[in-house]
């Protein structure tokens, strides 16, 4: 009832609908924006203005204000009356617009409370929610409601089409039962869809957190990285300049000498002149006696320059070594220092305990007594079958990886030709050529030595080129980031081939045994 009193004091006195836009003239009344606009022109052209409620006059024409107050108190209402001011639904027979409550799809008209309880009460008589298509609410073809749904064919159907039809016999129910069973099962659905929303959600922040983690870690590296070279790159101008300074040394300290013995070898090749010059003189006398005397009378012409030649090369000589070795010590110190601040900072990962698993091996194949060596045996093990051994000559090992990142080192120094690599749990163990071989097939992973080097996966062998033996091989293995590699492993760690797949089972290490073939898992 209150709800009534309240429509009626929130309807406009000219269209008797809610207010739209709701303005106020000057004398307090208030009316929809369209409506007192219609009115005032109709009034112009009568030559006066009034309000259509209260007869106020106005000599010119108004100018009506907007009343947000009232609006918002209208759009309130609004809301708490879907039914009637969503759908604007009338009663077909109120001479003033009435709010309908129910629509009837055999009589095609809406009806209010008062002329409702004077409708038909026969069950042909489908009574709705108001709807102002209730033609849409009926079968197409028969023209009856629609009171039943066919889970069969997924079509709401009437009484006609289910018992004569082609829904003629099928699992039928009425609209409000199948509304009801179908809105459960959509709510169970919205549950789990909710539930994998959230999954993925949290799958999300994780993943964004992670990546967060990652780009400051990678800065930290980065800023690491830069401080160090910069630090390395001075080390190597302080080095630089400490034999520049070493050279300029030792070439002070043998232009010296040489400037020295220079100006003797000038003073003796002046007193040689002299000498030569008297001795030149002294020839062109002829007389016996007077040629005697005056070579007596001389000091000699007989001359021996020391030999300091010989001992500036030696110091030059010296010099040059001392250069050499100032160099590389230093050298030696600064790579000293570059590998330990390498090795602070980037940590090499533990091995894994790798050991071999004898249920996997060929009966051709010796497993050593550690589990760490393989090798081949023209005897026959005689070891019993199995679903995990292998009819060739390969070996897995006892410990799988499904996560995490994995680092093992194999020594492959005696055998000339090898194949160590990677396998996943449902490699094949029968014999089918080359197929079931690691790197031969798209479970595996491998590098395979037979004269040359190969990188090997999915029967797709990429050769590498070597000016080296490779005698340890290491293997790196990150599980989630898809990525496995392999090292040769000697004085200096030298990348050799790195594939990059998404991992989707168990990966173990595997080796493919040669005639006269020993390998070693090292600790």
């Known amino acids: 009832m209150a709800s009534a009193e309240l429509r009626d004091e929130l309807n406009c006195s000219i269209c008797l609908s809610l207010y739209t836009d709701p303005v106020s003239l000057r004398c307090g009344h208030n009316f929809c924006r369209s ?16 309000c259509p409620d209260c007869r106020a006059e106005y000599p010119e024409r108004p100018a009506p204000e907007k009343n947000r107050k009232l609006r918002n108190i209208v759009e309130r209402f609004s809301s708490t009356q879907p039914g009637m001011e969503e759908t604007r639904i ?24 008062k002329h409702l309880s004077r409708h038909s009460k026969s069950p042909e008589h489908t009574l709705v929610d108001p709807t102002v298509t209730p033609e849409e609410r009926k079968c197409s073809t028969h023209k009856e409601a629609l009171k039943y ?10 009484v006609s089409c289910w018992v004569v039809e082609d829904h003629k016999g099928h699992d039928c129910a009425l609209l ?64 630089e300049r400490k034999v520049l300074c070493e050279i300029s040394r030792q070439e002070n300290q043998v232009l010296l000498p040489i400037s020295n013995l220079i100006q003797e070898l000038e003073k003796e090749r002046y007193e040689l002149a002299i000498k030569i010059h008297q001795a030149e003189e002294l020839c062109k006398v002829h007389d016996p006696l007077t ?19 010989g001992e500036v090369k030696d110091i030059g000589t010296q010099n040059h070594m001392s250069v050499s070795q100032v160099l590389h010590q230093g050298l030696a110190r600064f790579s000293d220092d570059m590998f330990m601040r390498i090795k602070r900072q980037f940590p090499v990962m533990e091995k894994s305990d790798i050991l071999l698993d004898v249920d996997t091996a060929h009966n051709n194949i010796i497993i050593s007594q550690d589990l760490r060596s393989a090798s081949h045996t023209a005897t026959s093990q005689n070891r019993p079958d199995g679903p995990k051994r292998f ?28 194949m160590i690599g990677v396998a996943g749990e449902s490699l094949e163990r029968e014999v089918k050529q080359k ?30 080129l070597l000016d080296y033996p490779v005698r340890v091989v290491g293997i790196y293995l990150d599980y989630e980031a898809g990525r496995l590699s392999f090292y040769r492993v000697c004085d200096s760690i030298r990348h050799l081939q790195t594939f ?19 390998m070693k898992i090292l600790k």
Not at 40 to 47: F, H, K, M, T, V
Not at 302 to 307: F, G, I, L, Q
Request: aromatic content about 10%.
């Open 35 to 50: 409506c007192i606009v219609s009115v005032l022109d109709a009034q112009e052209a009568a030559g006066g203005y009034s």
């Open 90 to 113: 009338f009663c077909t027979y109120c001479d003033s617009p009435a709010p309908a409550v129910r629509t009837c799809l055999q009589c095609e008209a809406s009806f209010c409370g």
């Open 149 to 158: 749904y066919c889970p069969i064919d997924t079509a709401c159907i009437c």
């Open 176 to 239: 409000d039962v199948a509304f009801q069973k179908e809105k459960a099962k959509l709510e169970n659905i919205m549950e789990i869809l909710s539930s994998e929303q959230e999954d993925i959600e949290k799958r999300v922040h994780n993943l964004q957190d992670h990546r967060k983690d990652e780009k400051m870690r990678s800065t930290a590296i980065t800023k690491r990285v830069h401080y160090s070279f910069k630090d390395l790159r001075d080390q190597l101008s302080v080095l």
């Open 291 to 309: 040629f005697l005397s005056e070579l007596n009378r001389s000091d000699g012409f007989s001359h021996r320059t020391p030999d300091v030649i």
């Open 391 to 418: 009819k060739t000559r390969q070996v897995l090992s006892s410990r799988s990886f499904s996560s995490g990142k994995h680092y093992w080192e194999v020594d492959v120094s005696q055998p000339s030709s090898w």
């Open 435 to 464: 197929f079931t071989y690691i790197g031969f097939n798209e479970k595996s992973w491998a590098i395979v030595c037979e004269k040359n080097l190969f990188a090997s996966h999915n029967n797709i062998h990429n050769q590498m």
């Open 500 to 518: 990059t797949a998404s991992f989707s089972e168990p990966l173990y290490a595997a080796l493919h045994v040669y005639d006269n073939c020993v």
